[in-house]
């Protein structure tokens, strides 16, 4: 039964247990974030995991409309950082 409990929610100690550091919003979406230091990289795991679609998708679509800005634009990708686990 816990295995069907996790792929409904992930809770803060299965997320600790898989390397998780904060807390967060991706994309409008409740995170769990591991190695935020780096912000050219990072993990993101949200709280619901079939909201994993919802992610790479809009990921895709922010790769596709970012093509089209000027080389010299700075594109800041929309992660919230919040507290520490």
Same mark, same amino acid.
């Given at each position: 039964?816990?295995?069907?409990?996790?792929? +409904?929610y992930l809770t803060?100690?299965?997320?600790v247990e898989l390397g998780m550091t904060h807390e967060g919003t991706l994309?409008?979406?409740p995170v769990y974030l591991g190695e935020v230091d780096n912000p050219e990289q990072f +993990?993101?795991?949200p709280k619901i995991p079939v909201l994993v679609l919802w992610t790479? +998708? %809009?990921s895709k679509l922010f790769d596709f409309f970012a093509m089209f %800005?000027?080389?010299d634009t700075e594109i800041i990708t929309p992660v919230v950082v919040g507290d520490q686990l």
């Open positions: 039964m816990s295995q069907w409990r996790k792929n +409904l803060k100690a299965d997320a994309f409008g979406l +993990l993101a795991i790479v +998708l %809009c %800005c000027h080389p």
